[in-house]
């Protein structure tokens, strides 16, 4: 019984360690999405794929605070990419967020940008 709990335990860390969805900031009952990006991104034998989601797009701008942003994996397998914001995010007008799959994994998610109404 304590080998199973045991089990159980590294388990739920380790799907946590893998875990591919990814936020930030908290959603208001006032935010509005403002931006929903997908990036897909074919796999590469023996290599990390990666991709940047920049918001605004070139060329746009937002005068509005950002307070959430979500990246949901769209692969159904746990062999999804970590995320990380590089610069801005919730409490900033801007953000960019870069993408990395695991080894000879691609890429398949959607962001969502939630700002001020």
């Not at 080998?3 to 335990?9: M, R």
């Not at 796999?43 to 979500?70: C, D, E, H, W, Y």
């Given at each position: 019984?304590?080998?199973?709990?045991i089990?159980?335990?590294?388990?739920?860390?380790l799907?946590?360690a893998f875990a591919?969805n990814a936020?930030?900031?908290?959603?208001?009952?006032?935010?509005?999405?403002?931006?929903t990006?997908?990036?897909?991104?074919?796999k590469?034998?023996?290599q990390?794929v990666?991709s940047k989601?920049?918001?605004p797009?070139?060329g746009?701008t937002n005068?509005?605070?950002i307070?959430?942003i979500s990246?949901?994996?769209?692969f159904?397998n746990?062999s999804?990419?970590?995320s990380?914001v590089?610069?801005g995010?919730?409490g900033?007008t801007?953000?960019?967020?870069?993408?990395?799959?695991q080894p000879?994994?691609?890429?398949?998610?959607?962001?969502q940008?939630?700002?001020?109404?």
């Amino acid at each position: 019984m304590k080998t199973l709990q045991i089990a159980l335990v590294l388990s739920a860390i380790l799907a946590i360690a893998f875990a591919a969805n990814a936020s930030w900031g908290a959603k208001l009952s006032s935010s509005k999405l403002v931006s929903t990006q997908n990036v897909t991104v074919h796999k590469k034998a023996n290599q990390n794929v990666s991709s940047k989601i920049i918001f605004p797009l070139t060329g746009q701008t937002n005068t509005k605070t950002i307070r959430f942003i979500s990246i949901t994996d769209l692969f159904t397998n746990s062999s999804g990419p970590s995320s990380t914001v590089l610069s801005g995010g919730p409490g900033y007008t801007y953000v960019q967020i870069n993408i990395t799959s695991q080894p000879s994994q691609g890429i398949n998610v959607s962001c969502q940008i939630w700002a001020d109404a």
